[in-house]
């Protein structure tokens, strides 16, 4: 497909989604909404991808929602709509892992975003923050639950009631994004994480990936049930066999997805 606001690429089994509207700082509107979703629909139909990197630009991976498009919207329309919350949805339960890729401006939705991706590689430049307050309004994306979950309460009311932003660092002193690297590398470094990633069994990747992400939703103990049942049903794949054939054999594993 033709996209206007997104480039796709693909290398080996690591695909590429840049969010491409550099005037607008990569402000999500609904246009680009949707062709994220659709860029993210084929990514899922292709069998040979087994990770994904969303990036931006290195000054923004994005500025947030598109402001200028929500500011004539009534409550109705944004409720009946949709507008553009289903990107969340679709994003935080895409089955492949994403790698985050951030520099510059990571605002708002664009905040939302990144976390609905499961690592995040931030250039030292990095700026990230939910600023809806600011104009009016508060995260709609995810923001308040997804933000608390990473950062605590009292950091999380911090950034949302006050609109400020943080700095790389800080963000990964508060396990908000997983690596910071100076601003030339971090997409070589988001590109070395997936193919790390892409280079494991997809089978347990995808599994490890949902029961992580299940710790946000259960208890302790359910959870800890949860995991246990998948980690028996990998018993079951061939790339467990030959996981543990390559170890004791000395070799490197070659995972199937089987
Ligand atoms: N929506 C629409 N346009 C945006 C935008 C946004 N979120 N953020 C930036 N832009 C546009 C600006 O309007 C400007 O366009 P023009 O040149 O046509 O005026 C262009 O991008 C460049 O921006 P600035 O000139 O403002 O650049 P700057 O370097 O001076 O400031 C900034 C950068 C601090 C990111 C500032 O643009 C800003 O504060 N943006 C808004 C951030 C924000 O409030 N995000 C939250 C949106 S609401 C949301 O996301 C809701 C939700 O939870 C789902």
Redesign the pocket.
């Known amino acids: 497909m033709d996209y206007e606001t997104i480039a796709m690429s693909k290398d080996g089994p690591v695909g590429t989604i840049t969010l491409n509207r550099p ?3 990569n ?2 509107n609904e246009q680009m909404v949707k062709e994220l979703i659709s860029a993210l629909d084929e990514f899922e139909r292709d069998a040979s991808l087994r990770c994904v990197i969303i990036t931006g630009s290195e000054r ?1 991976f994005s ?8 500011a004539g919207m009534t409550a109705v329309q944004m409720a009946m709509t949709g507008h ?1 919350f289903p990107l969340w949805d679709r994003v935080g339960r895409f089955p492949k892992p994403i790698v985050g890729a951030l520099s510059g ?1 990571v ?4 905040l ?1 975003l990144a976390m609905s991706c499961d690592i995040l590689v931030a250039s030292e430049t990095t700026q990230l923050g ?3 307050i ?2 009016g ?1 508060m ?3 995810g ?1 308040t639950q997804r933000l608390t979950r990473a950062v605590g309460k009292y950091k999380a009311m911090e950034m949302i009631l006050t609109g400020k932003r943080i700095g790389a660092e800080e963000a990964k002193a508060l396990g908000l994004v997983s690596r910071v690297v100076p601003k030339e590398a971090y997409l070589t470094e988001a590109r070395k994480v997936a193919s790390e990633v892409a280079s494991r069994s997809p089978v347990a990747v995808r599994l490890a990936k949902m029961a992580v992400n299940k710790a946000f939703e259960m208890g302790l103990s359910d959870g800890i049930d949860f995991e246990r049942e998948l980690f028996y049903l990998l018993f079951a794949s061939e790339d467990k066999s030959e996981g543990m054939a390559a170890f004791m054999e000395k070799r490197s594993p070659q995972f199937k997805g089987k």
Not at 63 to 70: N, R, T, Y
């Open positions: 005037g607008a700082l402000a999500l923004a500025a947030g929602a598109d402001i200028k498009e929500m553009f401006f605002l708002g939705g664009g939302e939910q600023p809806e600011d104009i309004v995260p709609g994306g923001g």
